[in-house]
């Protein structure tokens, strides 16, 4: 019987790799900029729906967590970012960006 470990595959040393070197706010900048930072059907934390709300333009963001998936058919890297923007009274966490990438890191949603 042949026992499989990932620990210590090569794939998550080139995946930390990819990680440490990525660039958070450029990813999300130019994300951001192609939306024209606007955000169709949006639910707040309380349930409120919004049909489109404009971000501010300075923003931050700060990777949070990251994953690998596979189907059948494709493998992806799901990115999850928090936007912070600052504020006179300190950085406020505006919400959560989730951006997909295909195996040849282009964006796909």
Not at 7 to 23: A, C, G, K, P, T
């Amino acid at each position: 019987m042949t026992k499989l470990e990932l620990q210590n595959h090569q794939v998550w040393r080139d995946l930390s790799e990819i990680l440490e070197n990525l660039d958070a706010n450029n990813l999300v900048k130019k994300h951001l900029e192609q939306c024209d930072y606007k955000i169709c059907g949006y639910w707040d934390e309380q349930d409120k729906y919004y049909e489109t709300i404009t971000l501010p333009c300075l923003l931050e963001a700060e990777l949070v967590s990251n994953s690998i998936g596979v189907t059948y058919k494709e493998r992806f890297l799901q990115l999850k970012f928090f936007l912070i923007a600052s504020a006179v009274d300190g950085t406020h966490k505006l919400g959560e960006l989730v951006l997909i990438y295909n195996e040849n890191l282009e964006f796909v949603y």
